[in-house]
């Protein structure tokens, strides 16, 4: 079998739900043999490697270790879903102080045993103040992190093609801006059906309003159909994510990445963006006043909720986060 590299990439959380459906897409779409699982649940980890060595992979070279120095040296690539999972009646934000906790030692494992690695992809919620912190943390630029938000923007044409009864792939421009919890900004300008504008749908106030509550709430329903955070989605898109890193098919839907600019300061928030082998690019959403207002707002959320994590000292004033990342 021919892989895209032979880097070495690591998949933290890998006992989990996430991170075994990770491992097997990861080996199944071909982008590298060289895998290491990284937990700190020792039985979930043996027993994912147990069955990803079932799946018996041409030329796989999969390693699973409990030990972090073990894990991240080397590695040049990383997929991190390795925080507390999202439950029943919680919100993402919910997750805040323990998840930053882990972020900031996640950072500082990159930091101290892999500061030469290429790409990393965050993804265990609140996943834009997580990878922030992560990043603060790691010393990496802001174009070799990114976060996951993808999935609001597929839960958004996934409601659309339902609602027009078209095939998903039929609807473009679906996607979502700022944070990724339930202060997203819902854009709808950009929409077309089958070619066609959303403008021009006959689409009423009240069905769209509809359309992006399912759309805000999509993990939400996933939990009570389930009975567990969302698993399958997550992996895969954030494997899509790694594979455009490693010099595969760009991603180009919207990923979480760093922004300072004159609008949107030291945040990480979800922007038109392009991952491929040089990292992360994004430029400036476009809609209308009422949808750059929504964004607006959601950025204040995602400031409040990076000002919380300096009041618990997870990560430093902003003014003081060049001093442990010089690349900020």
Not at 117 to 124: A, E, G, L, P, T
Not at 139 to 157: H, I, M, V, W, Y
Request: hydrophobic residues 40%; contains cysteine; charged residues 20%.
């Amino acid at each position: 079998m021919k892989y895209l590299t032979n880097e070495k990439l690591v998949i933290v959380g890998a006992g989990g739900m996430i991170g075994s459906n990770m491992a097997q897409s990861v080996l199944m779409l071909g982008l590298t043999p060289n895998v290491c699982l990284y937990d700190i649940y020792e039985p979930g980890l043996k027993g994912v490697l147990g069955e990803i060595d079932h799946c018996a992979f041409e030329g796989a070279n999969v390693t699973a270790t409990i030990d972090p120095a073990e894990a991240f040296t080397n590695a040049k690539y990383i997929i991190s879903s390795g925080g507390a999972p999202r439950k029943e009646g919680m919100t993402r934000e919910d997750l805040l102080k323990g998840n930053c906790q882990i972020a900031a030692e996640f950072g500082d494992n990159i930091k101290k045993y892999c500061p030469d690695v290429k790409h990393v992809v965050v993804i265990f919620n609140p996943a834009d103040v997580t990878a922030l912190t992560a990043l603060i943390h790691s010393g990496l630029k802001p174009e070799q992190l990114t976060s996951l938000a993808a999935l609001d923007s597929t839960r958004l044409q996934e409601a659309l093609a339902q609602e027009f009864g078209v095939q998903q792939c039929k609807v473009t421009g679906a996607h979502t801006y700022g944070g990724h919890g339930e202060a997203m900004a819902v854009f709808a300008s950009q929409v077309k059906i089958d070619g066609k504008p959303l403008a021009e749908m006959n689409l009423s106030e009240e069905r769209w309003a509809d359309i992006k509550l399912r759309t805000v709430q999509g993990g939400s329903n996933i939990i009570k159909l389930r009975g567990r955070s969302s698993f399958q989605s997550p992996a895969y898109q954030a494997v899509k994510m790694i594979e455009a890193a490693m010099g595969g098919a760009k991603f180009t839907w919207p990923a979480g990445c760093y922004v300072n600019n004159k609008v949107f300061q030291n945040v990480m928030m979800a922007m038109p963006t392009t991952i491929d082998k040089a990292g992360v690019h994004f430029t400036a959403p476009k809609g209308t006043a009422e949808e750059m207002a929504a964004l607006k707002a959601s950025y204040d959320h995602l400031c409040k909720m990076r000002d919380e994590i300096v009041s618990l000292g997870i990560v430093p004033p902003v003014a003081e986060w060049s001093a442990l990342n010089p690349n900020l």
